[in-house]
């Protein structure tokens, strides 16, 4: 009996490129999939997720502004309110907006069938993700949302590119913000109030490979200059038909344009 050969190419994506090949993975989920036929899918706002949404929906989603709490060269921020956009509800098919003041009553609605996709701050190496908040009352992530999760079983997914791992323990890092205000002599940009741990499926790099190819991507390097800051350079292993298929999608993703911001002045 002949051994399958392991074939293997090496990739290197920006962030906006690997939020494009996360957002592919996730709308391939079973469990989402499933959601769209027979229940419900919320899409919260956030950078990834607005290529999530694009590739669920078909439609075109403005990530400028599909987003809340942002990055930026000043620090923390979030996006112009002013022209934010609001979180998706897809419901058998039918797309609509959820926006802040309807978000509570939502989640007293979602259940075991429904999928909530969320985006991610940080992840560890063991893949545990979080979030960051200035919002004392959780912002999304408020008691109703975790009634759903943990007194009714709401499906999680968390699309989060490797670029935003951070090699500390996120669970360790949780406890010493778990208890108010971080205690900072300065802050760039607005204030931590905590860390959220985000339950559920974790979609990197390396899961969106293995979901739309079955090829097995390792990170062997991370960053660049000129344009390629955020990226990953990943390693793919697999049969050659998995490996070209992989290749095939890397190099269709290329050129991805990247997330613009447009931040809420702070002062």
């Known amino acids: 009996m002949s051994q399958t050969k392991i074939v293997r190419a090496v ?3 920006t962030s906006s490129e690997s939020k494009r090949i996360i957002g592919k993975a996730v709308a391939k989920l079973d469990i989402v999939n499933r959601a769209l036929k027979e229940s ?4 919260g706002v956030g950078s990834t997720n607005a290529f999530v949404a694009e590739e669920i929906t078909g439609r075109k989603i403005d990530n400028e502004h599909f987003s809340s709490g942002i990055i930026t060269p000043r620090g923390l921020g979030v996006t112009n309110i002013a022209r ?4 998706l ?3 058998r098919g039918e797309v609509s907006n959820v926006n802040s003041a309807e978000w509570p009553k939502l989640c007293d609605q979602l259940g075991p069938k429904d999928v909530y996709i969320k985006g991610a701050n940080a992840i560890d190496h063991q893949h545990n993700a979080t979030v960051v908040t200035a919002d004392p009352g959780g912002g999304s992530l408020n008691p ?3 009634r759903a999760i943990k007194e009714r079983s709401l499906n999680v997914v968390v699309p989060v590119g490797l670029e935003k791992t951070i090699p500390y ?3 360790e890092l949780n406890k010493k913000l778990q208890d108010g205000r971080v205690s900072a002599w300065k802050q760039m940009g607005m204030p931590v109030y905590r860390i959220f741990l985000l339950p559920g ?6 899961e969106a490979f293995r979901i739309l190819t079955n090829v097995e991507a390792t990170p062997i390097a991370s960053g660049g200059i000129g344009g390629a800051e955020g990226s990953v350079t990943l390693l793919l292993e697999g049969s050659e038909e998995q490996v070209k298929k992989a290749w095939d999608i890397a190099n269709q993703v290329k050129g991805e344009p990247p997330v613009k911001a447009d931040p809420l002045k702070l002062d």
Do not use: Q, R
């Not at 419900?40 to 899409?43: H, I």
């Not at 934010?84 to 979180?87: H, N």
């Open 201 to 206: 499926k974790v979609v990197t790099e390396i």
């Open 144 to 146: 109703a949302l975790w």
């Open 84 to 87: 934010k956009l609001d979180s």
């Open 89 to 91: 509800l897809i419901k």
């Open 169 to 171: 323990s996120l669970p």
């Open 40 to 43: 419900s899918v919320v899409v």
């Open 11 to 13: 990739v290197t994506l």
